[in-house]
């Protein structure tokens, strides 16, 4: 059972990388930008499928000898050391792949698209774009609130219930391998970690409304369309993984009190695990980057060749954003699904290593 697990999250893990390429924005091409009617390039669209097959032979590969390592492999720790250090492998060969990929779409711009010495920048701006709905309201995460509040309710009266020695964690044969002394520290560990949940998945909501918009030269109106679209279906998405993980954490803090079965909870974890790792799938390809793929009426009169925005020094390897002149603090990623930090801006640093800040001290305080 483990190793079918394991093969399963490892497949996903390929896929994701591997049709990464088909689910960006429609003008870019690995992090370079070719705008949408370069990016038909018979060259262009051949780099997809070899970086697609180059991916998935890599990754079928590393997962196969992932695989007969952990089948002789009975230490549970090993199998979880195999597990990271095969993740981490895939992620840092795709990435190689990629960067030679990236490499040639800068010299196919070069070569076909900036045929003149004049360096030309193109800055489009709807200033129509923060009037309109672009994310969900903050009022529905009262509903993972009141979760919370009831989990901690929970604990509080039925607190002479829960065991002395409390289940910390448990092997894929559903046996607990470590229990901690029952404390209010200890019992609290669960809502403290559904609060920063919140406040984490709250801050991705906030992140999606504030970040940068990214207009298509091309197709301008449709672009604006497609963005505000994508933004409303992941912030939606986002609140849904925020309610099942909450909802999974409530469930694994009422087992101290109640008789529920560490079957069932085996069961709910892989079962929201699915879900989220499904819904995420069905994004990429149903949604896209900056809603690329989202089908929408074409207007035929605003489709027509426009300068390629060359902006692509500001982005290091097609990945990192760096850019001194830009105010905004996230934008969508060029090669990817989701957002990036403008990494020349310090609030944007700030950001980042508080977050990672606050998940060690909860680590430490709990541990």
Sequence with gaps: METLIFIAMMLVIVVLQAVTPYVIRRGESFGVMVGEKAANSPDLRRMKRQ??????????????????????????????????ISIFVILIV???????????????????????????????????????????????????????????????????QIPSQIPMHYNFANEVTRVATKSYRTVMMIPVMQMLMLGLFMFINYMMSRSKQVIDNDNPTD??????????????????MCILLITLFMVIQLSFIFPISPTIIATM???????????????????????????????????????????????????????????????????????????????????????????????????
Excluded at 60 to 69: H, K, P, Q, S, Y
Excluded at 151 to 159: N, R
Excluded at 223 to 240: A, D, E, P, Q, T
Excluded at 299 to 323: A, I, T
């Design 51 to 84: 970086f697609l097959q180059w991916n998935v032979v890599v990754g079928i590969t590393i997962t196969a000898v992932a695989t007969l390592c952990l089948a002789v492999t009975p230490n549970e720790s090993w199998q979880a050391t195999i597990f990271i």
């Design 94 to 160: 795709s990435f190689l792949i990629y960067i030679r990929f990236y490499k040639a779409s800068l010299a196919w711009k070069r070569e076909n698209l900036q045929m003149s010495g004049e360096r030309m920048e193109i800055v489009m701006v709807e200033t129509t774009f923060h009037r309109q709905k672009r994310t969900i309201s903050y009022v529905w995460y009262l509903i993972p609130l009141v979760l919370i509040f009831i989990t901690i309710g929970l604990t509080i009266i039925y607190y002479n």
């Design 223 to 240: 672009s604006m369309k497609r963005s505000v679209l994508f933004r409303l279906i992941y912030s939606k998405f986002n609140l849904c």
């Design 269 to 367: 974890t892989i079962a929201v695990i699915i879900i989220i790792f499904a819904g995420l799938i069905f994004l990429m390809l149903c949604v896209g980057q900056g809603g690329s793929r989202i089908k929408l009426d074409e207007n035929p009169q605003e489709n027509q060749s426009r300068p390629v925005r060359s902006d692509d020094e500001n982005w290091k390897f097609g990945v990192f954003y760096f850019n001194r002149r830009d105010p905004a603090i996230f934008i969508e990623k060029r090669f990817g699904v989701g957002w990036t930090i403008n990494m020349a801006r310090p609030i944007a640093w700030i950001s980042v290593v508080a977050i990672i800040a606050i998940i060690i001290v909860i680590s430490i305080l709990f541990s």
